[in-house]
Nanobody, 129 residues
Framework: QLQLAESGGGLVQPGGSQRLSCAASGPSPDTLNYYVIGWFRQAPGKERELVSCISSSGDTNYAESVKGRFTISRDNAKNKVYVQMNSLQSEDTGVYYC????????????????????WGEGILVTVSS
């Protein structure tokens, strides 16, 4: 059973930066090696959407709305995945979730909400002055 826990959220001003972390724990030391990890977000009244995802080998996928502003990365040795968010806008406000899919490649299909098997509880990011 894989468990995921997000950290690093909070209030940030427009134009600011924030880094979210996703820590994974599971039955083996190399837990994350077998999963595509995705970051998703859900704004009030809206559906959950992909922000970015990354495979074990490092290939990535980004939503158009965050390309050039967000960067996803992972440290398999530490079982952690990060998303660095720059130039934040009010539209980036929402609850951010990390999730895992036991797949090899970070294709669009493998990075869909419906493809994820494990989810963290989510963490709130508020972009406001």
């Amino acid at each position: 059973q894989l468990q995921l826990a997000e950290s690093g959220g909070g209030l940030v001003q427009p134009g600011g930066s924030q880094r979210l972390s996703c820590a994974a724990s599971g039955p083996s030391p190399d837990t994350l090696n077998y999963y595509v990890i995705g970051w998703f977000r859900q704004a009030p009244g809206k559906e959950r959407e992909l922000v970015s995802c990354i495979s074990s080998s490092g290939d990535t996928n980004y939503a158009e709305s965050v390309k050039g502003r967000f960067t996803i990365s992972r440290d398999n040795a530490k079982n952690k995945v990060y998303v660095q968010m720059n130039s934040l806008q009010s539209e980036d406000t929402g609850v951010y979730y990390c999730a895992a899919n036991p797949a090899l490649r970070a294709t669009r299909r493998n990075c869909k909400v419906s493809a994820m098997e494990y989810w963290g509880e989510g963490i709130l990011v508020t972009v406001s002055s």
